[in-house]
Nanobody, 122 residues
Framework: QVQFVESGGGSVQPGGSLRLSCAAS????????MGWYRRAPEKQRELVASTARVGTTHYADFAKGRFTIFSDNAKNSVYLQMNSLKPEDTAVYYC????????????????WGEGTLVTVSS
């Protein structure tokens, strides 16, 4: 079984900051990437940022310069530091893991947390 513990969401004013945390657990053989996606009301889910086991990172354009993703591989955890938040950042943020499990070691799949709500408003 794959389980996620997500935290850090909440309500902040424009310009404020939040730090999202995600700890993944399960019968992983290899975790290739961890990251964060978000879905705003009436919009599709979109990538926010991701980090690969090899150390590379990728950010959506809206996140560049404002958000920072980092991970603790020993804890299977990923974090997203969000600064200079804007109202358009309001969304449910989902932790994502792309991994191969012991039950299917050579097939990697995406796994998703339940989401944590971020609300940015004045």
């Amino acid at each position: 079984q794959v389980q996620f513990v997500e935290s850090g969401g909440g309500s902040v004013q424009p310009g404020g900051s939040l730090r999202l945390s995600c700890a993944a657990s399960g019968d992983f053989a290899t975790i290739y990437t961890m990251g964060w996606y978000r879905r705003a009301p009436e919009k599709q889910r979109e990538l926010v940022a991701s980090t690969a086991r090899v150390g590379t990172t990728h950010y959506a354009d809206f996140a560049k310069g404002r958000f920072t993703i980092f991970s603790d591989n020993a804890k299977n955890s990923v974090y997203l530091q969000m600064n200079s938040l804007k109202p358009e950042d309001t969304a449910v943020y989902y932790c994502n893991v792309y991994a191969a499990r012991n039950v299917s070691e050579f097939t990697a799949m995406n796994y998703w947390g339940e989401g944590t709500l971020v609300t940015v408003s004045s």
